[in-house]
Protein backbone atom coordinates (compact mmCIF):
# COMPACT_ATOMS: atom_id res chain seq x y z
CA UNK A 1 0.00 0.00 0.00
CA UNK A 2 1.13 3.46 -1.20
CA UNK A 3 0.97 6.14 1.94
CA UNK A 4 1.11 9.84 1.00
CA UNK A 5 2.02 12.63 3.42
CA UNK A 6 0.72 16.43 2.97
CA UNK A 7 2.34 19.39 2.53
CA UNK A 8 2.00 19.83 6.18
CA UNK A 9 2.96 16.99 7.13
CA UNK A 10 6.01 16.89 4.79
CA UNK A 11 7.16 20.17 6.66
CA UNK A 12 6.34 18.79 10.31
CA UNK A 13 8.61 15.58 9.34
CA UNK A 14 11.49 18.23 8.14
CA UNK A 15 11.55 20.48 11.36
CA UNK A 16 11.80 17.54 13.26
CA UNK A 17 14.97 16.23 11.29
CA UNK A 18 16.05 19.62 11.67
CA UNK A 19 15.21 20.22 15.27
CA UNK A 20 17.12 16.45 15.52
CA UNK A 21 20.26 17.53 13.80
CA UNK A 22 20.65 20.93 16.01
CA UNK A 23 20.11 19.28 18.91
CA UNK A 24 23.18 16.56 17.98
CA UNK A 25 25.53 19.65 16.55
CA UNK A 26 24.54 21.42 20.25
CA UNK A 27 25.39 18.15 22.11
CA UNK A 28 28.91 17.95 20.37
CA UNK A 29 29.76 21.97 20.89
CA UNK A 30 28.78 21.18 24.46
CA UNK A 31 31.26 18.25 24.66
CA UNK A 32 34.32 20.25 22.86
CA UNK A 33 33.54 23.63 24.91
CA UNK A 34 33.78 21.05 28.31
CA UNK A 35 36.98 19.69 26.87
CA UNK A 36 35.48 16.56 25.93
CA UNK A 37 36.01 16.45 22.25
CA UNK A 38 38.86 17.46 20.19
CA UNK A 39 38.10 19.40 16.61
CA UNK A 40 40.01 15.94 15.06
CA UNK A 41 36.84 13.96 17.35
CA UNK A 42 34.26 16.01 16.24
CA UNK A 43 35.25 14.44 12.74
CA UNK A 44 35.32 10.97 13.43
CA UNK A 45 32.29 11.13 15.11
CA UNK A 46 30.35 12.97 12.66
CA UNK A 47 31.60 10.14 10.53
CA UNK A 48 30.42 7.22 12.55
CA UNK A 49 27.43 8.78 12.76
CA UNK A 50 26.65 9.43 9.47
CA UNK A 51 27.97 5.28 8.65
CA UNK A 52 25.36 3.75 11.01
CA UNK A 53 22.72 6.51 12.02
CA UNK A 54 23.61 6.92 15.47
CA UNK A 55 22.88 9.96 17.39
CA UNK A 56 26.05 12.18 17.97
CA UNK A 57 26.25 11.17 21.62
CA UNK A 58 26.02 7.23 21.26
CA UNK A 59 28.97 7.46 18.58
CA UNK A 60 31.45 9.62 20.41
CA UNK A 61 30.48 6.91 23.32
CA UNK A 62 31.05 3.80 20.62
CA UNK A 63 34.52 5.08 19.55
CA UNK A 64 35.45 5.97 23.70
CA UNK A 65 35.85 9.55 22.99
CA UNK A 66 33.31 10.18 26.11
CA UNK A 67 31.41 9.00 29.02
CA UNK A 68 28.12 8.27 30.27
CA UNK A 69 28.38 11.24 32.76
CA UNK A 70 30.10 13.01 30.03
CA UNK A 71 27.05 12.93 28.00
CA UNK A 72 24.46 13.32 30.66
CA UNK A 73 26.73 16.58 31.81
CA UNK A 74 25.62 17.71 28.14
CA UNK A 75 22.38 16.85 28.25
CA UNK A 76 21.54 18.76 31.32
CA UNK A 77 23.21 22.41 30.11
CA UNK A 78 21.19 21.47 26.47
CA UNK A 79 18.25 20.64 28.78
CA UNK A 80 18.93 24.15 31.08
CA UNK A 81 19.17 21.17 34.00
CA UNK A 82 21.82 22.52 36.40
CA UNK A 83 23.91 19.96 38.02
CA UNK A 84 27.87 19.35 39.00
CA UNK A 85 30.22 16.92 38.10
CA UNK A 86 31.61 15.86 41.10
CA UNK A 87 35.05 15.64 40.10
CA UNK A 88 34.80 19.70 39.52
CA UNK A 89 32.49 20.30 42.35
CA UNK A 90 33.75 22.86 44.79
CA UNK A 91 30.68 22.14 47.12
CA UNK A 92 30.13 19.54 49.18
CA UNK A 93 29.92 15.51 47.72
CA UNK A 94 26.60 16.12 50.33
CA UNK A 95 24.65 17.85 47.56
CA UNK A 96 23.07 14.53 45.80
CA UNK A 97 21.03 16.38 43.73
CA UNK A 98 24.27 18.64 42.08
CA UNK A 99 26.69 16.34 41.97
CA UNK A 100 25.24 13.11 41.32
CA UNK A 101 21.57 13.66 39.84
CA UNK A 102 21.06 10.32 37.89
CA UNK A 103 21.54 8.20 41.48
CA UNK A 104 18.87 5.95 43.58
CA UNK A 105 19.63 8.95 46.69
CA UNK A 106 18.98 11.72 43.95
CA UNK A 107 15.76 10.14 42.39
CA UNK A 108 14.25 9.23 46.15
CA UNK A 109 15.06 12.81 47.00
CA UNK A 110 12.80 13.88 43.90
CA UNK A 111 9.49 11.78 45.66
CA UNK A 112 10.39 14.14 48.74
CA UNK A 113 9.97 17.05 46.43
CA UNK A 114 7.33 16.02 44.83
CA UNK A 115 4.98 15.19 47.49
CA UNK A 116 5.93 18.49 49.54
CA UNK A 117 4.42 20.03 45.68
CA UNK A 118 1.51 18.10 46.38
CA UNK A 119 1.12 18.70 49.90
CA UNK A 120 2.34 21.76 51.11
CA UNK A 121 3.36 24.51 48.42
CA UNK A 122 0.33 24.12 46.24
CA UNK A 123 -2.16 26.22 48.48
CA UNK A 124 0.06 29.73 48.59
CA UNK A 125 2.55 28.36 51.24
CA UNK A 126 6.05 29.48 50.56
CA UNK A 127 8.16 28.62 54.02
CA UNK A 128 9.15 25.24 55.53
CA UNK A 129 10.98 24.13 58.35
CA UNK A 130 13.19 20.87 58.04
CA UNK A 131 14.61 19.24 61.73
CA UNK A 132 15.21 16.39 63.58
CA UNK A 133 15.33 14.79 66.62
CA UNK A 134 19.31 14.55 66.84
CA UNK A 135 22.33 16.35 65.20
CA UNK A 136 23.11 13.15 63.32
CA UNK A 137 19.98 12.03 61.17
CA UNK A 138 20.66 14.50 58.21
CA UNK A 139 18.26 17.64 58.70
CA UNK A 140 20.86 19.71 56.91
CA UNK A 141 21.47 17.09 54.63
CA UNK A 142 17.80 16.72 53.63
CA UNK A 143 17.29 21.00 53.47
CA UNK A 144 20.33 21.64 51.46
CA UNK A 145 19.28 18.69 48.61
CA UNK A 146 15.82 20.11 48.66
CA UNK A 147 16.73 23.10 47.77
CA UNK A 148 19.19 22.29 44.93
CA UNK A 149 15.98 19.98 43.35
CA UNK A 150 13.93 23.24 43.84
CA UNK A 151 16.44 25.13 41.52
CA UNK A 152 16.08 22.61 39.38
CA UNK A 153 12.74 23.53 38.71
CA UNK A 154 13.21 26.97 37.61
CA UNK A 155 11.31 27.94 41.71
CA UNK A 156 13.29 30.80 43.14
CA UNK A 157 14.53 28.99 46.07
CA UNK A 158 16.04 30.85 49.83
CA UNK A 159 18.04 28.36 52.08
CA UNK A 160 18.26 29.74 55.58
CA UNK A 161 20.56 28.28 58.06
CA UNK A 162 18.53 28.86 61.60
CA UNK A 163 20.63 26.67 63.15
CA UNK A 164 23.07 29.15 64.96
CA UNK A 165 24.31 26.53 67.48
CA UNK A 166 25.82 24.06 64.66
CA UNK A 167 25.58 25.48 61.45
CA UNK A 168 26.11 23.31 58.22
CA UNK A 169 24.92 25.22 55.56
CA UNK A 170 28.13 27.25 55.02
CA UNK A 171 30.54 24.11 54.75
CA UNK A 172 28.18 22.32 52.10
CA UNK A 173 27.88 25.41 49.96
CA UNK A 174 31.36 26.55 50.46
CA UNK A 175 30.64 29.44 51.80
CA UNK A 176 33.17 30.50 54.27
CA UNK A 177 32.62 32.24 57.42
CA UNK A 178 30.88 35.71 57.78
CA UNK A 179 27.95 37.24 58.51
CA UNK A 180 24.50 35.63 57.85
CA UNK A 181 21.00 35.22 60.40
CA UNK A 182 22.21 35.99 63.51
CA UNK A 183 23.83 39.17 62.34
CA UNK A 184 20.60 40.47 60.90
CA UNK A 185 18.45 39.48 63.61
CA UNK A 186 20.91 41.30 66.03
CA UNK A 187 21.17 44.51 63.74
CA UNK A 188 24.76 44.12 63.20
CA UNK A 189 24.65 43.95 59.27
CA UNK A 190 22.55 46.83 57.83
CA UNK A 191 20.87 44.74 54.85
CA UNK A 192 19.94 41.16 54.17
CA UNK A 193 23.26 39.64 52.17
CA UNK A 194 22.17 36.07 50.58
CA UNK A 195 24.75 34.01 48.43
CA UNK A 196 24.09 33.03 44.83
CA UNK A 197 24.94 29.55 44.08
CA UNK A 198 26.41 28.30 41.00
CA UNK A 199 25.58 27.49 38.95
CA UNK A 200 21.82 27.17 40.18
CA UNK A 201 21.19 30.67 39.77
CA UNK A 202 17.54 30.58 41.52
CA UNK A 203 18.94 29.33 44.33
CA UNK A 204 20.50 31.47 47.58
CA UNK A 205 21.57 30.52 50.75
CA UNK A 206 21.66 32.72 53.97
CA UNK A 207 24.11 31.32 56.54
CA UNK A 208 24.04 31.38 60.12
CA UNK A 209 25.89 34.29 60.36
CA UNK A 210 27.88 34.52 63.93
CA UNK A 211 27.81 32.48 66.45
CA UNK A 212 25.49 34.16 68.76
CA UNK A 213 25.49 33.74 72.78
CA UNK A 214 21.66 33.90 72.42
CA UNK A 215 19.73 32.21 69.26
CA UNK A 216 16.30 31.22 71.22
CA UNK A 217 16.24 35.18 71.90
CA UNK A 218 17.18 36.29 68.58
CA UNK A 219 14.84 34.01 67.11
CA UNK A 220 11.78 34.77 69.36
CA UNK A 221 11.81 38.67 68.36
CA UNK A 222 9.32 40.08 66.01
CA UNK A 223 12.14 40.70 63.28
CA UNK A 224 12.15 37.52 62.64
CA UNK A 225 8.62 36.70 61.77
CA UNK A 226 9.17 39.78 59.76
CA UNK A 227 11.82 38.63 57.75
CA UNK A 228 9.97 35.77 57.08
CA UNK A 229 7.08 37.51 55.95
CA UNK A 230 8.84 39.84 53.29
CA UNK A 231 11.08 37.02 52.26
CA UNK A 232 8.00 35.30 50.91
CA UNK A 233 7.61 37.98 48.46
CA UNK A 234 10.81 37.39 46.68
CA UNK A 235 11.39 33.57 47.25
CA UNK A 236 8.84 30.68 45.59
CA UNK A 237 10.15 28.54 48.25
CA UNK A 238 12.00 28.75 51.41
CA UNK A 239 13.33 26.17 53.49
CA UNK A 240 14.95 26.96 57.43
CA UNK A 241 17.31 24.03 58.43
CA UNK A 242 16.87 24.09 62.63
CA UNK A 243 18.79 22.80 64.95
CA UNK A 244 18.12 19.19 66.41
CA UNK A 245 15.35 18.74 69.15
CA UNK A 246 18.15 17.29 71.68
CA UNK A 247 19.92 20.24 71.69
CA UNK A 248 17.77 23.26 72.35
CA UNK A 249 13.97 24.59 71.74
CA UNK A 250 14.74 27.10 69.04
CA UNK A 251 13.30 24.38 66.41
CA UNK A 252 10.01 25.60 68.18
CA UNK A 253 10.25 28.90 67.21
CA UNK A 254 10.97 28.45 63.80
CA UNK A 255 8.47 26.01 63.34
CA UNK A 256 5.83 28.56 64.55
CA UNK A 257 6.85 31.14 62.24
CA UNK A 258 7.12 28.84 59.34
CA UNK A 259 3.99 26.90 59.63
CA UNK A 260 5.29 23.51 59.35
CA UNK A 261 8.42 21.50 59.64
CA UNK A 262 9.30 18.12 57.99
CA UNK A 263 11.59 15.50 59.91
CA UNK A 264 14.70 14.08 58.90
CA UNK A 265 15.30 10.96 60.19
CA UNK A 266 18.15 8.03 59.70
CA UNK A 267 17.59 4.53 59.19
CA UNK A 268 19.21 2.26 62.24
CA UNK A 269 20.27 5.68 64.05
CA UNK A 270 16.87 7.29 65.16
CA UNK A 271 14.87 5.97 67.90
CA UNK A 272 10.99 6.32 68.47
CA UNK A 273 10.83 7.88 71.34
CA UNK A 274 12.59 10.96 70.61
CA UNK A 275 10.80 11.15 67.38
CA UNK A 276 7.52 10.98 68.89
CA UNK A 277 8.76 13.96 71.92
CA UNK A 278 9.59 16.12 68.46
CA UNK A 279 6.10 15.05 66.91
CA UNK A 280 4.27 16.61 69.77
CA UNK A 281 6.58 19.63 70.83
CA UNK A 282 5.68 21.13 67.30
CA UNK A 283 2.29 20.25 67.41
CA UNK A 284 2.48 22.31 70.53
CA UNK A 285 3.66 25.31 68.47
CA UNK A 286 0.09 24.90 66.49
CA UNK A 287 2.47 24.46 63.30
CA UNK A 288 2.04 20.85 60.96
CA UNK A 289 3.67 18.40 60.78
CA UNK A 290 4.59 18.00 57.14
CA UNK A 291 5.78 14.38 57.14
CA UNK A 292 9.11 12.46 57.55
CA UNK A 293 11.86 11.03 55.72
CA UNK A 294 13.52 8.68 56.30
CA UNK A 295 17.29 8.58 54.78
CA UNK A 296 20.10 5.84 54.72
Same mark, same amino acid.
Do not use: C
Given at each position: ? /???????? +???????????????????????????????? @?????????? +?????? !???????????? !????????? $?????????????? %??????? !? %????????????????? @???? /???????????????????????????? $?????????????? @?? +???????FNLGKGTGLSDLLAERV???????????????????????? /????????????????????????????????????? $????????????????? /???????????????? $?????????????
Open positions: M /NSFTSPNE +QNSIVEAAATSIRADANIGKLLQDAGKLKPQD @MERVLKLQQE +QNLRFG !DAALKLGLVTEA !DIRQALSHQ $FDYPTIPASEASLS %PELTAAT !D %PYSKEAEALRSVRSELL @MRWF /NDGRRTLAIGSARADEGSSYLAANLAVL $FAQMGRKVLLIDAN @MR +QPRQQDIPALQVHTIKPFQTLSVLPAGSPPP /NPAELLARPSFGALLSGLETSYDIILLDTAPSQLSSD $FQLIAARAGGMLIATRR /NVSRLAPLAELKDKIS $FTGAQVVGAVVLD
